[in-house]
């Protein structure tokens, strides 16, 4: 058939499926040599890639590669051919709203058949399912790699049964949504006053609860969970080396101004968390971790971190990562000053402006902020209409308040506990439980001479009865802490905290404080220890349940032979004595920013000595692992990593561990759908909860 | 009468009063421990964000630096912005405060003054009778129930069992001050206003009691009676009066006392006046806020009593100032 000088020929006119016999001669002039032996080889059909579904109102569309070389395509619907068609594509209109069909695709070439597709699921859509929001209005960013195409098709964050892609109502409860029937009304809350409207200068609850409303971010949390699903970007793709975060944005998000939120101002946003001028005081997890941004076009924005950072998404979540209006802050805020010793004069706070389900409406100092849904939010417009909240702080105040019928939630404290539960069983209120990412502790100053001794730390711990004091203060409602994470923590090795190698035993401390030499021998039922009596005060914020603890505990402790003083500070005090490390043990706690175990580890990290690490622990080991763990991205390997630093951290007792809280809240029955948990009620949106009537 | 000269000298040892004031006061506060910067960023603040932060402030001033600004602002009426309220204005703080405060103080004392006073006086003239007994047991009742408790008390029956009023009142602050809100909204903050003049009004019909027994038995009672005048007129024009001096001068004081109480009953409502401003701000060590409070109340003090100071002398003419 044809004749070449070189040894080897590619023959491109096969026809998938057959099969061909070849040989060859050698060629010399007219002269043609010997014939070879004569091969037979079967053209195999190239498997069909990359099947994707589109929907439009009543039709689905189906596309996948092009295989060269294939002349027909074959389109099954649940298993049964229904076309043959020469182009990549069919688009099938005998569809019904709301049902689900399975494609698949195959190559025909001749009376042959082969290279089949995987199977594509898809849910037609159409008025009653829409897809509003999600990644078909607009095709998958051109860049996006097949993984994360594949993830992003498949995965469904909210667990509604309805895939990412095809999940309008993404976080919302259900694909059905009788929107008429559980419209309106006003969910009226009380808590302290928010402190400030910016959400980079946020750093407590009270503040966060306005910015989760108002404003989104890339991504955010599945309601109830501390699992990451897309929020602003709705898809996005890492780099093998974990350093560079490509970010595609969603289109046609609009701003309440209805500015449209595209790159520039997520870019704008991030530069001015870094700005020094704005002095954020979570300006660190930008300069910390993030080498450079980039708005590579309207719709991508890619962050590149100095080192692999693993929880860098759940990092995201947090209210400084929050998208503003470029435009419509900048025209409102002024640098002042002069260069090095800069500030902001921020003027736009008074009307703020995001992208969120819910959009300001007013603000009285001191009184009471009231927000309005916003009806063009990018999956559809909360049920609910209004939100407002009362400013008052005291929890008896908002219980009370509560009781009165004047607001719609209440936490309940532990001394009205026993009357909700009556409330509970009589069907008058609903109560929810869940647990929070929290640890409460004793904390030892490390840097103390006597307290480097990590048998005396031990000793002391062992001399305390933590879980008596757990179980008198909340009425059994916390969980005594055995180990530093919260066992509801991503990433905790099951059973770790199980055993307390420091578990209340005044024996076993007697013992170990004799081994360690500190025995009493002046007589007066205090042992010495270096030259010293063995005395500390612990130092703590004014609480009823440290100083119930602190009761209990002098007297364990008196047993033993040790003594503790029992001192009260109200809490600015306690900050300053933390900073400074002048307290010899102090009582605080750590309540998650983001849902990742090194959020918790910075106190024990050597390096963060004495910014976070107040207890001024430095353990090569420990401050190793932790520093494993920021990089690591495999599950696997950073359980272990976690296992190993709380096994060590459970016996060298840094800080002796008290309690995890939960938090328990009172509603109404006629509230539906709150689904608050894991980072907090703060968090929730409020797109998904209703009233019946 | 009143004259200038009193005033001017009265004003003067009023300047002299508020600088021992802001001294003692910017003193307690500065050299208290705990750093308002700190406490502002929280416990997972870093050193640097806290240090910027301070810088921002000025606390990293010379303390006598900082004395001087601090007055020197207050003076010229730039009270700067607050610490815990990030880009409010104190000015805008204490507005949104003080007009609450103040409403229900003077509530308060309307309450207390139009009950207390016609019950003093008739218990004064029925002496021993069950009026008498009456206002005897208000007062002894009403000067022994704490704030806090009576507070609660009102909370649990009006709010919670009867759904009368709302736990916290939800009002404009704009409105309060304005016609009618000043009126229409005595119901909303009902609760507190009873709370708050329950122990004036014992106390001021205790006084009205005494201080009228003690007139009646002047003898230029008895010489009105004597003139035979009509038992009204002798009550009311010669008796009342005269039994009036005591409370009336002690009303000014009294509500100095009422504002003291602000932070009892504040607390007990959730109501966000100058009481608990004055809690939360000294909690959170925001400096701006405390200065400000202090001068303002300060001021008022003053104020209050140069009034009341007058205003001996025009109930009772016999007292001269100088």
């Known amino acids: 058939m044809t004749t070449v000088s070189e040894t080897s020929y590619t023959d491109s006119e096969v026809a998938m499926g057959n099969s061909y016999e070849y040989k060859v001669a050698a060629v010399s002039g007219d002269q043609i040599g010997e014939n070879s032996t004569i091969v037979s080889v079967g053209v195999t059909f190239t498997q069909i890639q990359n099947i994707q579904t589109q929907k439009e109102e009543g039709t689905i569309v189906l596309q996948w590669d092009q295989v060269s070389g294939a002349q027909e395509y074959r389109v099954y619907k649940d298993g049964e051919a229904i076309t043959t068609v020469s182009e990549t594509s069919y688009t099938d209109t005998d569809v019904t709203v709301g049902e689900e069909y399975e494609y698949y695709v195959t190559i025909v070439s001749g009376n042959q058949e082969g290279g089949q597709s995987s199977t594509a699921t898809v849910l037609a859509g159409g008025e009653e399912v829409g897809y509003f929001g999600s990644l078909e209005v607009t095709p998958w960013p051109e860049d996006l790699s097949q993984d994360m195409k594949q993830y992003f098709t498949q995965v469904d964050f909210d667990g509604d049964g309805v895939p990412y892609v095809f999940d309008r109502y993404l976080g919302r409860d259900d694909a059905e949504v009788d929107f008429e029937e559980k419209d309106g009304g006003n969910f009226r809350t009380m808590s302290e006053e928010l402190s400030t409207w910016d959400p980079q200068q946020s750093t407590g609850t009270a503040s966060g609860w306005v910015q989760s409303k108002i404003y989104n971010a890339l991504v955010q949390y599945v309601p109830g969970t501390t699992e990451v699903m897309p929020d602003l970007a709705k898809a996005w793709e890492v780099s093998d080396d974990g350093l560079t975060y490509t970010f595609y944005l969603r289109e046609n998000v609009e701003f309440h101004n209805g500015e449209e939120m595209t790159s520039e101002d997520v870019k704008w946003s991030f530069d001015r968390l870094k700005d020094q001028a704005y002095h954020s005081p979570r300006r660190q997890w930008h300069v910390d971790y993030i080498e450079s941004t980039e708005a590579t076009d309207d719709y991508t924005f890619k962050i590149t971190l100095q080192e692999p950072y693993a929880p860098f998404l759940t990092l995201l979540t947090y209210s400084s990562f929050d998208v503003l209006p470029k435009d419509y802050c900048s025209a409102r805020e002024e640098v002042v000053g002069e260069p090095g010793n800069q500030t902001v004069e921020v003027e736009w706070t008074d009307n703020p402006v995001g992208t969120g389900p819910w959009q300001y409406e007013s603000y009285e100092l001191g009184s009471k902020v009231v927000l309005v849904e916003n009806e063009d939010y990018y999956t559809g417009e909360p049920y609910l209409d209004k939100l407002t909240r009362e400013f008052s702080a005291d929890p008896d105040v908002i219980v009370q308040s509560f009781n009165a019928g004047d607001i719609d939630i209440t936490g309940i404290p532990s001394n009205h506990w026993e009357s909700f539960l009556e409330k509970e069983d009589e069907g008058e209120v609903e109560i929810t439980e869940y647990a929070e990412l929290a640890t409460f502790w004793l904390m030892i100053n490390c840097n103390d001479t006597r307290f480097q001794n990590v048998t005396l730390r031990r000793a002391i711990t062992m001399g305390i009865n933590r879980q008596k004091v757990v179980q008198d203060q909340f009425k059994g409602r916390y969980e005594v802490a055995n180990g530093p994470l919260p066992p509801t923590m991503k990433f905790f090795p099951e059973g770790v905290h199980e055993e307390d190698p420091n578990s209340f035993d005044l024996n076993k401390s007697r013992e170990l404080l004799d081994s360690i030499g500190a025995v009493d021998t002046d007589g007066d039922g205090i042992r010495e220890y270096d030259g010293e009596e063995l005395s500390f005060e612990l130092s703590s914020y004014v609480s009823p349940t440290w100083q119930a603890g602190a009761q209990v505990w002098m007297s364990d402790l008196e047993k033993v032979g040790i003594e503790m003083t029992y001192e009260q500070y109200d809490f600015a005090t306690i900050l300053q004595m933390g900073g400074s490390g002048n307290y010899e043990m102090m009582t605080l706690g750590w309540i998650a920013d983001y849902p990742d175990p090194v959020n918790f580890y910075d106190n024990w990290d050597g390096e963060q000595i004495p910014s976070v690490n107040w207890a001024r622990y430095d353990d090569e080991e420990v401050t190793q692992w932790i520093s494993e763990l920021r990089t690591t991205s495999d599950p696997d390997e950073r359980e272990q990593l976690v296992q190993k630093i709380e096994e060590k951290l459970q016996l060298e007792v840094p800080h002796m561990w008290f309690f995890h809280s939960k938090a328990y809240v009172a509603t109404y029955p006629e509230l539906n759908n709150v689904r608050a948990g894991g980072m907090g009620f703060y968090k929730e949106k409020m797109v998904n909860p209703w009233f019946s009537d | ?322």
């Open chain 2, 1 to 322: 009468m009143v004259n200038k000269e009193y005033i001017l000298k009265r004003l003067g040892l009023a300047v002299l009063v508020m600088f021992g004031v802001y001294t003692i006061g910017f003193t307690l506060t500065f050299v208290a421990p705990g750093n308002p910067a700190q406490a502002a960023l929280g416990q997972k603040a870093n050193k640097e964000a806290v240090e910027a932060l301070e810088e921002q402030w000025g606390l990293n001033e010379p303390l006598p630096v900082q004395y001087k600004n601090y007055l020197i602002n207050f003076i010229n009426l730039d009270w700067g912005e607050s610490f815990r309220y990030r880009g409010e204005s104190v000015t805008g703080i204490l507005a949104s405060r003080y007009p609450k405060t103040m409403y229900y103080a003077v509530w308060s004392l309307v309450f207390a003054i139009v009950m207390s006073i016609p019950l003093g006086l008739i218990a004064a003239y029925k002496q021993n009778t069950w009026v008498d007994n009456l206002s005897v047991l208000v007062s002894q009742v009403g000067i022994s129930i704490p704030n806090f408790w009576l507070g609660m008390l009102i909370i649990a029956i009006l709010a919670v069992w009867l759904d009368l009023i709302s736990v916290v009142p939800d009002v404009p602050t704009g409105s309060l001050w304005s016609f009618p809100g000043f009126f229409t909204h005595v119901t909303d903050y009902f609760g507190i206003i009873i709370t708050l003049g329950t122990a004036l009004m014992a106390r001021n019909t205790r006084m009205t009691r005494s201080s009228t027994l003690d007139v009646l038995s002047e003898e230029y009672i008895t010489m009105a009676r004597a003139k035979g005048l009509k038992e009204r007129t002798v009550v009311l024009k010669h008796a009342l009066r005269n039994a009036l001096i005591p409370v009336v001068t002690s009303i000014g004081f009294n509500l100095l006392l009422l504002f003291g109480g602000a932070v009892v009953v504040e607390t007990v409502f959730g109501l966000n006046g100058i009481g608990k401003l004055y809690i939360d701000s000294i909690i959170r060590r925001d400096y701006p806020i405390i200065i400000a409070l202090l001068l303002t109340y300060t001021i008022g003090v003053v104020f209050v009593n140069l009034i009341i100071d007058i205003s001996y002398s025009v109930i009772d003419p016999r007292v001269q100032l100088r």
